[in-house]
Nanobody, 125 residues
Framework: LQQLVESGGGSVQAGGSLRLSCVAS????????MGWFRQAPGKAREGVAH????????YYADSVKGRFTISQDSASNMVYLQMNRLKPEDTGMYYC??????????????????WGQGTQVTVSS
């Protein structure tokens, strides 16, 4: 399993930006689909975006399209999530996850075998 560590969360006002980072200290991201999930209090964990660690096409949840951008740096074994025009409904714990193999057309929690501990994002109105 990969060991994943997220950073970059924080508190911002609506309309602000944050950049989340995820470093894999074990396991080559180039062999995996790397995703960002989030979980708000009392809600199920949901997929936000994914990208293959070796580069390639991306997936975004409808709620973040046009505002969030996922990227990867395979040389550094890192994945990023640039979040712009943040909204209060973006508040939650954000998790980095890895799924060995190719990316699938959408995201399901049970497909990802490696998870980070999460980084909190809070957006105030």
């Amino acid at each position: 399993l990969q060991q994943l560590v997220e950073s970059g969360g924080g508190s911002v006002q609506a309309g602000g930006s944050l950049r989340l980072s995820c470093v894999a200290s074990r396991g080559d991201i180039g062999e995996r689909c790397m995703g960002w999930f989030r979980q708000a209090p009392g809600k199920a964990r949901e997929g936000v975006a994914h990208i293959h660690g070796g580069g390639g096409s991306t997936y975004y949840a409808d709620s973040v399209k046009g505002r969030f951008t996922i990227s990867q740096d395979s040389a550094s074994n890192m994945v990023y999530l640039q979040m712009n025009r943040l909204k209060p409904e973006d508040t939650g714990m954000y998790y980095c996850a890895g799924d060995y193999g190719d990316c699938r057309p959408y995201m399901r929690v049970e497909w990802y075998e490696s998870w980070g501990q999460g980084t909190q994002v809070t957006v105030s109105s």
